[in-house]
């Protein structure tokens, strides 16, 4: 049962236009939501983080929008840029289990220039 | 500087023997958690600790153990490695729990053979 799923493998956009990533989970007890960003041979580091209390978190050219009724949250990077072409994984904690942290399978971006 | 720091980064081993992955944290965290990357599947959560002496079961323990004497250290212990154990493995850290940003290591790859 996978409870945190990205379902587009890879993306790729053209520099200067808008990447959006898609994640979606299951269970309805995640209260936090983050995204984190992987180069290859490195380990991931952090993006951006948005409560469920919110709906929209913005930091510079990222925005995460969570939607709670559709269990949904987006990553939108406006403008993209060749060093945004990474892994992004989106995670999910929380609820009854503090401690335990599920991540999604990754989207592999691509910016072209 | 902050990191987290992974050894070794690199291991080949044999079916049967033991081994230790040594992971250690300079940001004073109260929260550690240990992952493994395989093709496809994302990040997955083998085991976390809140705090010193206070480990749990991430959602892939089998054949894993981990122990939190100090603060700083929370190594990874295969006791009997098999090939389905070859993976890319992150230790991470946190603040105190994963709702927080967690910084990871650099990543170790090991292969059983």
């Known amino acids: 049962d996978q409870q945190v799923k990205q379902n587009s493998p890879s993306l790729s956009v053209q520099e200067g236009r808008i990447s959006i990533l898609n994640c979606d989970y299951t269970?309805?007890?995640?209260?936090?939501f983050l995204w984190y960003k992987k180069y290859p041979a490195e380990g991931p580091t952090f993006l951006i983080s948005?409560?469920?209390?919110?709906d929209k978190n913005e930091d510079g050219r990222f925005t995460v929008f969570l939607n709670k009724s559709a269990k949904h949250l987006s990553l939108h990077i406006v403008p993209s840029q060749p060093g945004d072409s990474a892994v992004y994984f989106c995670?999910?904690?929380?609820?009854?289990?503090?401690?335990?942290?599920?991540f999604g399978d990754g989207t592999t971006l691509t910016v072209k220039p | 500087e902050a990191q987290v720091t992974q050894n070794p980064r690199y291991l080949i081993t044999v079916t049967g023997k033991k081994l230790t992955v040594t992971c250690s944290q300079n940001m004073n965290h109260e929260y550690m958690s240990w992952y493994r990357q395989d093709p496809g599947l994302g990040l997955r959560q083998i085991y976390y600790?809140?705090?010193?002496?206070?480990?749990d079961k991430g959602d892939v323990p089998e054949g894993y153990k981990v122990s939190r004497k100090e603060k700083r250290n929370f190594p990874l212990i295969l006791e009997s490695p098999s090939p389905n154990q070859t993976s890319l493995y992150f230790c991470?850290?946190?603040?105190?729990?994963?709702?927080?940003?967690?910084?990871f290591g650099p990543g170790t790859r090991l292969t059983v053979t």
């Open positions: 948005i409560s469920s209390i919110k």
């Open positions: 991470a850290s946190s603040l105190r729990i994963p709702t927080y940003e967690q910084y």
């Open positions: 995670a999910a904690s929380g609820g009854a289990n503090a401690g335990k942290s599920t």
């Open positions: 269970n309805s007890m995640f209260d936090y």
């Open positions: 600790s809140m705090n010193v002496e206070v480990t």
